[in-house]
């Protein structure tokens, strides 16, 4: 069950906040026991990218043997 402060992967692509299926993020918030959870991705500088609310099916738990990439970020 994927818990407040777990860093989670996205599962699809978030076009209206430019973010891609693999971007990380981390939960600030869950929602009836796991329905739904309160996401927020910053960029490596901590800048925070977008905070939105997705299904458990948006998202994945991160798991041991994932790697992270990394991609620049531009704004719309």
Excluded at 27 to 52: P, R
């Amino acid at each position: 069950m994927i818990k407040e402060l777990d860093f989670v992967v996205l599962a699809k692509d978030l076009k209206e906040y430019q973010l891609t299926r693999g971007d990380v993020g981390a939960v600030v918030h869950v929602y009836e026991a796991g329905k739904a959870h309160e996401v927020e991705f910053v960029t490596g500088e901590g800048e925070t990218v977008a905070v939105t609310t997705l299904s458990k099916t948006a998202i994945r738990p991160m798991q041991r043997a994932d790697i992270l990439h990394v991609r620049s970020y531009v704004p719309a």
